[in-house]
DNA sequence: AATAAATAGTTTGAATTCAAACAGTTTTAT
DNA sequence: ATAAAACTGTTTGAATTCAAACTATTTATT
């Protein structure tokens, strides 16, 4: 039987099994994108879905919603550019900011490998009611806060 | 005023912000360990971390419990033999298993850098009961059962 | 007893991330 | 008006991770 474990020990496990989590979802949509007949990784994935529900974002919105360093992400859109899968502009009103937009080849892409995403995160949160997920990720906000302080 | 999110959304939020803490962690951490006359990062500390709690640990454990990848472990594992902080022994009873111990100088990194950790994640769960932080965990455990069904 | 399957660890090449420094631009302060 | 601070993105070198294949050993099956 399990230790009871104090809140440092929940926290620190709560890390690792949403770091399981997101292995989980890499590994099936790894051999689904094997079936399939396109060449991407889950990491450009990520950035195609969040363009596709909002296209034009610039690097740094990148960065911010997927908590990844802006170094990383100059290198993902590079990538991304070279298969033609997305296009950097200037942006006219802010020449520090690239806007970032899908091109015709990315948005197909998406629209194909994008659904089942979704189809792995509906079935990870099968039988979850909404608002016991509202309050883990109130928590995992809340921790965040704790350490801004 | 934030848009209701679909239990979809919560889920891959929630990933998002312990990604986040995570960060915060090592970012916290790296200004320290650069204070202190030890050169090791997050992800090493995180290894002898463990080793102080269970020393002896396989590698195999060592992986399963911090979610990386066996060849990660192996390539951690080096760094920190070669620092001389750990050792690697054969296992008598399975030569298929190698046990990670700490060495006298690997004890001391971690009790005077160990501390430091565990004030960081009580100042994180601050303010947050016990049970929340427990059925946060409880959610995130079934999202990855949900997976492997 | 022999063979097949599973497990632990290593190696390799490539991808991604981390940390820091830098350049260019905009915003803020004086 | 000028200088300082802040912001965005890029570059570089190193660290870590990913994916796959491999070897050696143990366990399970035949």
Redesign the pocket.
């Known amino acids: 039987m399990e230790p009871i474990l104090n809140k440092v020990d929940l926290a620190r496990e709560l890390g690792r099994e949403t770091a399981e989590l997101r292995?989980e979802l890499?590994?099936f949509l790894?051999k689904k994108i094997?079936e399939s007949n396109w060449d991407i990784?889950?990491?450009?994935l990520e950035i195609l879905g969040l363009l596709y529900k909002r296209d034009g974002m610039?690097?740094?919105e990148i960065?911010d919603i997927l908590i990844?360093?802006?170094?990383?992400v100059?290198?993902?859109?590079?990538?991304l550019v070279k298969r033609d899968l997305v296009e950097?502009t200037e942006d006219q009103t802010?020449?520090?900011?690239?806007q970032i937009f899908l091109k015709a080849k990315g948005r197909e892409l998406i629209q194909q490998l994008g659904p089942w995403v979704e189809e792995l995160y509906t079935k990870a949160t099968q039988g979850i009611p909404v608002e016991n997920i509202a309050l883990a990720l109130a928590i995992a906000r809340k921790m965040n806060e704790n350490l801004k302080l």
């Open positions: 292995n890499r590994q790894q094997k990784s889950f990491e450009l610039i690097q740094q960065a990844k360093d802006k170094s990383s100059t290198y993902l859109i590079t990538n950097r802010d020449r520090r900011n690239k």
